[in-house]
C-alpha cells in the first residue's frame, strides 16, 4: 500500500505564499492521478487540486483558480501544491491523496499539514 507523507504547512499572512510537498513510497506513483483536498473545522473536506499522472491535465476548485498551482515530479514521487495569494478562508488541514484508475476514487490519504493563514 503506498504511504503520503504532507509537509509545508504552516503559519503564513495574508497575502502570502506556501508551498506543500506530499512524498509517497512504492514504484508505481507516475501510474496514478493526485489529489489535494482540504478541511476547514466545521466544514466539510473539498477538492483543491488535482492532476494526471504524466501531469499534462489539472483540476483546481474555482475558489483556489490563479491562485493555487499543483505540480509533479515523478522521478521524485513527489506532488506538489504551490499557494499564492492566501486568504484566511484558505486556512485548513491540506491531505493529499491517490487517485489509482482514473475514476476520482481516492484509495490512499496522507496524515495532514496545518494551513493557517492570518489576516
Known amino acids: 500500500q503506498v504511504q503520503l507523507v504532507e509537509s509545508g504547512g504552516g503559519l503564513v499572512q495574508a497575502g502570502g505564499s506556501l508551498r506543500l510537498s506530499c512524498a509517497a513510497s512504492g514504484r508505481t506513483f507516475s501510474s496514478y492521478n493526485m489529489g489535494w483536498f482540504r478541511q476547514a473545522p466545521g466544514k466539510e473536506r473539498e477538492i483543491v487540486a488535482a492532476?494526471?499522472?504524466?501531469?499534462?491535465?489539472?483540476y483546481y476548485a474555482n475558489s483556489v483558480k490563479g491562485r493555487f498551482t499543483i505540480a509533479r515530479d515523478n522521478a521524485k514521487n513527489t506532488v506538489y501544491l504551490q499557494m499564492n495569494s492566501l486568504k484566511p478562508e484558505d486556512t485548513a488541514v491540506y491531505y493529499c491523496a491517490r487517485d489509482p484508475d482514473g475514476t476520482q476514487r481516492y484509495d490512499a490519504w496522507g496524515q495532514g499539514t496545518q494551513v493557517t493563514v492570518s489576516s
Open positions: 492532476i494526471t499522472w504524466s501531469g499534462s491535465s489539472t
